[in-house]
């Protein structure tokens, strides 16, 4: 069992920075897969970046080159560094982990967290 709490979302002017953190309880943290996905309303779940164990990474394209994803091991948290934000990231942002392989698909990871709101002004 894995619980995530998000946190680090908030509102931001579009050319901005933000940086999610998503802590997670268990020891088995760094075998995980760990993602994070966005949705806004009325939409499905997005994926946007995602680490492995071994620090690979994948990244929507929308997202390439401006966000980065990272984890410690050592604190049990996965990031999402959000620069040069734009007004269509505005969604609710939530972090999933899961056992297997790095994907893109929510069906992939079997824990989630609340989500946190992230929220781009024009």
């Known amino acids: 069992q894995v619980q995530l709490v998000e946190s680090g979302g908030g509102l931001v002017q579009a050319g901005g920075s933000l940086r999610l953190s998503c802590a997670a309880s268990?020891?088995?943290?760094?075998?995980?897969?760990m993602a994070w996905f966005r949705q806004s309303p009325g939409t499905e779940r997005e994926f946007v970046a995602g680490i492995n164990w071994s620090d690979g990474t994948e990244y929507a394209d929308s997202v390439m080159g401006r966000f980065t994803i990272y984890r410690d091991n050592s604190k049990t948290t996965v990031y999402l560094q959000m620069n040069s934000l734009k007004p269509e990231g505005t969604a609710v942002y939530y972090c999933?982990?899961?056992?297997?392989?790095?994907?893109?698909?929510?069906?992939?990871?079997?824990?989630w967290g609340r989500g946190t709101q992230v929220t781009v002004s024009s």
């Open positions: 268990g020891r088995t943290f760094s075998w995980y897969a």
């Open positions: 999933g982990a899961g056992g297997g392989a790095l994907g893109n698909s929510s069906t992939e990871y079997a824990y």
